[in-house]
């Protein structure tokens, strides 16, 4: 799939998706888990967890 169509399908870009699916999988982890933030951002691929903040 394109870009183009991607975000025509999505209404988001590529790296929108990639972002927020990766904050997805890390906020399930925050529910199944007694993991805190600060250890599950480096798994998503952020090295602090601010970036998740919006979503938690």
């Known amino acids: 799939m394109s870009s183009k169509a991607h975000i025509a399908t999505t209404g988001e ?3 929108e998706t990639a972002r ?11 529910r199944r888990t007694d993991c805190s ?3 599950i951002a480096p798994r ?3 090295l602090r ?4 903040e919006p979503w938690i």
């Open 49 to 52: 967890p601010e970036p998740y």
């Open 20 to 30: 927020r699916r990766r904050i997805e999988q890390a906020c399930g982890v925050l």
């Open 44 to 46: 998503g691929g952020f």
């Open 13 to 15: 870009g590529l790296q």
């Open 37 to 39: 933030l600060a250890d």
